[in-house]
Structure formats: C-alpha cells, structure tokens
C-alpha cells in the first residue's frame, strides 16, 4: 500500500472540500476579524490539547496578525505530564467560564473556539462565557463527528450551536482519514493542516478587508528577514494595547 499517497489524497480531498463549501463562513469570520480590528476590540483563539495547535498557528506568526491572541490553560495543553490530563481536563465542567473570565474578554471582542468533537464541556463553556459577555464566537469544528456524537455538556449543546459564525473542516468521524490493511483504526488524522488552512484563509480576508475599508493591518513579517524587526516593532507600537501576550 501506498499510504503516502492514499493520505496526501484524503488530506486534499477534504481540504477541497472545505475550501469549496466553507468560503462565505470564512468571509464571514473575516468579517467580524475586521470589524473588531477597525473598532479598536480584541481578538483570541482557544483550544484544548491538539485543538490548540491551528489556533497556535495563528499568533505571533509571520504573515499573521499580531493582535490574535491565544487563550491558554493550565492542564489544557500538551506540554503537561501525563498527556492524558489534557483529556480529563477537557471535561470539566465550568472551567471554561473561569478561563475567559481571566482574559480581557468583553464586548464587541471576537474568539475562535477549535474544538474537532464539539461535545466536551470547557471549550463549550468557552463559547457560552464569551457570548455572555457580549463577544462573537466564531467555531471551527468537524460538523459530520459532532452531530454524530454525544454532548458531555450538562446542558446537553453543542460547541457549533453556540457559534455566531461556524466553519467545518469537513473531517470524517474520528478525524483520521485512510485503512492500513491489518489495521483495524485508521490512521492520519487531517484537522491541524486542513483547520491551519482554514485559519489562514481567514485572516487573510480579514487582512484585505481591513485595507479596503482604509485600516492598515497588524501583519507580522518574519525576524529573519532585512527590515523585519523595525517592522514588527512598529506593529507592536500601533496595536500593542490589543495584545497581551508580550
């Protein structure tokens, strides 16, 4: 078998398929992107254990917006020991209105929750604290595994029926994407590359967006170019009181 080529053809396929059927939601999401930029409001990303990782990608990033700020917790994220914490932690109930109540999180602010599942309770509880105190939610997700699974909310919701905005990655259930012969699970899940992608796309409407309506941007350029730092630290300069993880 040529599991190379079986996964860069599901991993395509589906971000095809996600790039097909998810433009005017991520129009959409760029569209609050600019509005909170051009309204001088706050923007953050959150997601639990490997959810994490496209959210991470959005930050302090090279061709990125420097006023995205990633939401981070204790026993939340992969640097802690036994991993397994990230997944019990994940479940807690109410620890997710504690997280955003510890952010400068307020109204006419915008969040991007990552959750593949959409069922557990923190990043659900994310969304909902966040709705409470007057920000836009925008959801990235996996539609077809989250309507095919349980909620382990008390409330019995869903992340993507909280969302203002929701972007499906268009994975399959259980994430993971091509059969091994002789293996019974399959293998090679597609949601961090195919949810990155989705992300940048995002922002780089957001960015457009914001220089046609006559803003100038919060675009990082890399420190490894000539010029880079005396750029990044005008960036800082013009934005700084919109990020908070400097």
């Known amino acids: 078998m040529n599991a190379i080529a079986a996964y860069s053809g599901a991993l395509l396929e589906t971000l095809n398929r996600a790039f097909d059927t998810q433009a005017d939601a991520l129009r959409e999401g760029a569209r ?6 051009l ?8 997601g639990c254990s490997h959810a994490i990782l496209p959210m991470l990608e959005m930050y302090y990033r090279t061709g990125g917006m420097a006023t995205i700020n990633p939401v981070r917790a204790p026993g939340l994220c992969l640097d802690v020991d036994p991993a397994t914490m990230t997944s019990a932690m994940e479940r807690m109930r109410d620890y997710g209105r ?6 400068p999180l307020g109204a006419g602010d915008v969040i991007i929750v990552h959750s593949v599942s959409g069922r557990n309770s923190v990043s659900i509880d994310v969304a909902l604290r966040a709705k409470e105190k007057g920000a836009k939610v925008i959801v990235l997700t996996n539609l077809a595994m989250s309507r095919a699974v349980t909620s382990r909310h008390p409330d019995g919701v869903k992340l993507y029926e909280v969302g203002d905005v929701v972007i499906d990655n ?27 992608a989705l992300m940048n796309a995002m922002m780089a409407q957001a960015v457009a967006d914001i220089v046609d309506a006559g803003g100038v941007p919060p675009v990082f350029v890399s420190a ?17 009181s919109h990020i908070f993880y400097m």
């Open 98 to 103: 504690v997280i955003v109540d510890g952010q």
């Open 32 to 37: 609050l992107l600019k509005e909170a930029t």
């Open 224 to 240: 490894n170019v000539d010029g880079g730092d005396e750029h990044n630290r005008e960036i800082l300069k013009r934005y700084g």
């Open 170 to 196: 268009c994975g399959c259930l259980g994430d993971a994407a091509i059969d091994v012969p002789g293996v019974p699970e399959k293998v090679a899940p597609t949601s961090t590359a195919v949810g990155a």
């Open 39 to 46: 309204g001088g409001r706050n923007i953050f990303a959150f």
